[in-house]
């Protein structure tokens, strides 16, 4: 803060007690020097404040206050003040020893590397006679060093004489004031003054892990310079009254989210906490007015607070609330003391960022719908943004809902294609063009089961050699979700063993998906009169996505071929007298007590009735049951056409036979006809073979 200035019709109170004096007893538009009182020296200088780090940061603080609190004083009490660039301040002051013999004390406030770290040092050097402008300034030294903070960033310093005007500094100490006009009401000889009357340093700390107030750091002094009007004539110097008390200056100001004040949008408070060191008034309370006045977006009202405290040098932190989420704008910082004039101000832009909603993501009243709420993350009006991302989803990977106003949406997708897959939504919140951090949330659309196959039913329909061909039905016990199709396909996987029974579970014949309800069953395999089961499989299929639901299977009952009605058989009879087949003559037997004139015509023993009497022959015929079956049930009928009448009877295939014939019969006509016979499988037996050939079979008379 500049110092108050001086008007014509001020007068001067001079060091040794406020005594009137007359204007010829001093010397007219001469400039000279006061030591202010040392509460306009004594302010102090703005450090950092941590807010995050309390460990390694409090003493990094503390040091930046100790050294703010020494350079305020130091620069109140120097005779003169100049620089060395923009990283150098020299302070001078004459000292008079108690014998009289005046010295220089020249104190160098600069950054040098100690031990590889750059450090704010005092460098501390003595010179014979008053401090003036010709006073040399040593080069830096160790010798008489005091080492006051750290791991420091460059420090930059700054100068203004009285008048507010900016002066620069050579590397030898000249002075140049930078080129401007003076403003109205500030005096020539102040405007035109070469001496510091304002020194600020700017220095941060380098060390890693300090918070935001032990990073940066504004160090301000004020010198004792002060310019006095031309008296006129015949007039008289009054002491001044008491000098105007002003706060020390206030140099940056923090703000951060608060963690009490406000209303909860968002998890977090709609609030701000505002922090600024100095601004400390001597021997009385400060008067802070703090005002929160947002920019953007239009429409809001100013938040400001007056209060009054005493300063220590510690912070002063304030939780102003109604700072809104997505707001932007600027906390103003006012200070000033009972009796000052015109307070101390700074101020700082904030942005008050959005938080993430909390997103819930819940099935709706469909698989295809999904109900979305989030939470409010502001008072301000906010948009959401919706997006989605599903995988494999085909065609379709991912989308966008566009933006609401409101708290809640449902997305909706076509029939049938939410299934099998996890839809993960992503919802951004933006108030006033900023974007909160997103939510995620998502929900999975399990397939339900799908229907299982039912009625499953082999009928045959071929014929001939194909006889065993059919085709497969079924029908569904259920219905896959609207928007899908079901896909089945067959198995045949179960076949018999003809001679032991046995079945056997196999993949033997495997049709292919599809949307059908039967299928044709014509395995290269199957035989006439077995038992077979097939087996449907079926699942659930999105035309749309390509996703499939899990199979479901279903067995079907056991259904057997049919078996053709075999051919006709053909007579392949055998003479046991010639040993030969198809022969359809032969020659009668002896009874076991042979008449005289009779002799036995083949060894007992060899035909199937075992010596009872010889058999003239076997009735044999081909037949022709299908593979996997053999002869069941066969008949012919037997005639004598010799002897009407008795004679007649009834065979089988394979039966043998024997004739006797009375004396004086060459030969007996027999007639075997109609033969005919079935096949049978272990579970089926076939229709009646078509009529074989009757047998014509002469019986000659044998005798001894």
């Known amino acids: 803060m500049k110092h108050p200035l001086r008007t014509r019709a001020q ?46 940061s409090t003493q990094t603080s503390a040091s930046f206050q100790a050294s703010s609190l020494r350079f305020t004083a130091a620069v109140g009490k120097a005779d ?38 750059l450090t704010l040092v005092n460098d501390k050097a003595s010179s014979a006679g008053k401090c003036d402008d010709s006073t040399p300034i040593p080069a830096p030294s160790p010798v008489g060093r005091d080492a006051l903070l750290a791991n420091v960033t460059p420090s930059i310093f700054t100068f203004e004489n009285v008048g507010g005007r900016s002066i620069t500094f050579d590397s030898a100490g000249n002075a140049t004031l930078a080129a401007a006009v003076a403003p109205a009401g500030v005096p020539a000889q102040d405007w035109a003054d070469v ?24 160090m301000v002094g004020l010198t004792s310079v002060v310019n006095f009007a031309e008296a006129q004539p015949g007039s008289k110097y009054v002491p001044p009254a008491e000098p105007i008390v002003a706060p020390s200056a206030i140099g940056q ?76 704008g600027e906390a103003q910082v006012s200070v000033k003391c009972d009796l000052a004039n ?46 989605w991302t599903a995988a494999p989803v085909k065609p379709t990977a991912s989308g966008d809902e566009g933006s609401t106003t409101a708290l809640a949406k449902t997305v909706t997708f076509p029939l ?36 299982m196959a039912s009625a499953i039913t082999y009928t045959g329909t071929g014929s001939g050699a194909k006889i065993t061909d059919g085709s497969i039905s079924w029908g569904y016990a259920g219905a896959c979700p609207a928007g899908t199709v079901s896909s089945s396909r067959e198995i045949q996987n179960k076949i018999w063993n003809g001679t032991t029974g046995a079945v056997s579970t196999g993949n033997y014949t495997i049709g292919a998906f599809g949307t059908k309800t039967n299928a044709v069953w014509n395995p290269t395999y199957a035989l006439e009169g077995y038992p077979y089961q097939e087996r449907v499989d079926t699942k659930c299929v999105s035309p749309v996505t390509g996703s499939q639901s899990k199979v479901s299977t279903a ?29 359809t003559e032969g020659f009668a037997t002896c009874w076991n007590i042979q008449p005289t004139t009779c002799n036995k015509t083949y060894p007992a023993g060899l035909a199937i009735n075992g010596g009872g009497f010889n058999e003239s022959y076997q009735m044999d015929f081909i037949t022709y049951c299908p593979a996997g079956s053999k002869l069941g049930w066969s008949y012919y009928h037997t005639e004598n056409l010799s002897i009407p009448g008795p004679g007649n009877d009834k065979g089988y295939f394979g039966k043998q036979d024997g004739w006797q014939i009375g004396d004086g019969t060459q030969v007996a006509h027999y007639l075997h006809s109609r033969p005919v016979y079935k096949c049978d499988t272990l579970w089926v037996t076939s229709p009646v073979s078509v009529k074989g050939a009757d047998v014509h079979y002469n019986v000659n008379r044998v005798w001894g």
């Open 11 to 56: 007068v001067l109170q001079n060091r040794t007690g406020g005594i009137s004096v007359s204007i010829p007893d001093l010397m007219v538009s001469m400039i000279v020097r006061i030591i202010v009182l040392t509460g306009l020296v004594s302010a102090i200088g703005v450090m950092l404040f941590i807010f995050l780090s309390t460990t390694t």
């Open 416 to 451: 049938g294609t939410t299934y099998g897959f996890a839809t993960n939504y992503k919802v951004t919140p933006t108030v006033n063009g900023l974007d909160g951090n997103p939510a995620y949330g998502g929900v999975s659309n399990a397939w339900p089961a799908a229907p």
């Open 253 to 328: 100001v923090w703000v951060t989210r608060s963690a009490t004040a406000g209303d909860i949008y968002g998890g977090v408070r709609e609030g701000a906490t505002v922090s600024f060191l100095g601004g400390i008034c001597q021997d009385m309370p400060s008067l802070v007015t703090i005002t929160w006045a947002p920019s953007s977006p239009a429409g809001q009202s100013p938040e400001s607070a007056t209060f009054s405290r005493v300063m220590n040098g510690n912070p002063t932190v304030f939780n102003m609330p109604r700072v809104r989420n997505g707001s932007e």
């Open 555 to 583: 067995q079907s009952a056991t259904f057997y071929t049919r078996m053709n009605s075999p051919a006709a058989p053909v007579y392949d009879g055998f003479d046991f007298r010639d040993f030969v087949r198809g022969d």
């Open 80 to 117: 003169i003040v100049k620089g060395l660039g923009t990283d150098t301040a020299v302070l001078m002051t004459t000292r008079t020893s108690p014998s009289g013999v005046e010295s220089c004390d020249i104190v160098t406030w600069r950054d040098v590397q100690v031990n590889g770290v």
């Open 195 to 218: 001496r510091p009357q304002r020194v600020e340093m700017k220095l941060g700390a380098d060390a890693k892990g300090l918070t935001t107030y032990a990073r940066n750091a504004k």
């Open 342 to 387: 015109k307070p101390d101000e700074a101020s700082a832009l904030y942005t008050q960022t959005v938080p993430a909603t909390s997103l819930t993501v819940a099935n709706g009243t469909t698989a295809e719908k999904h109900d979305l709420s989030w939470t409010p993350v502001s008072s301000l009006p906010t948009t959401f943004g919706v997006t």
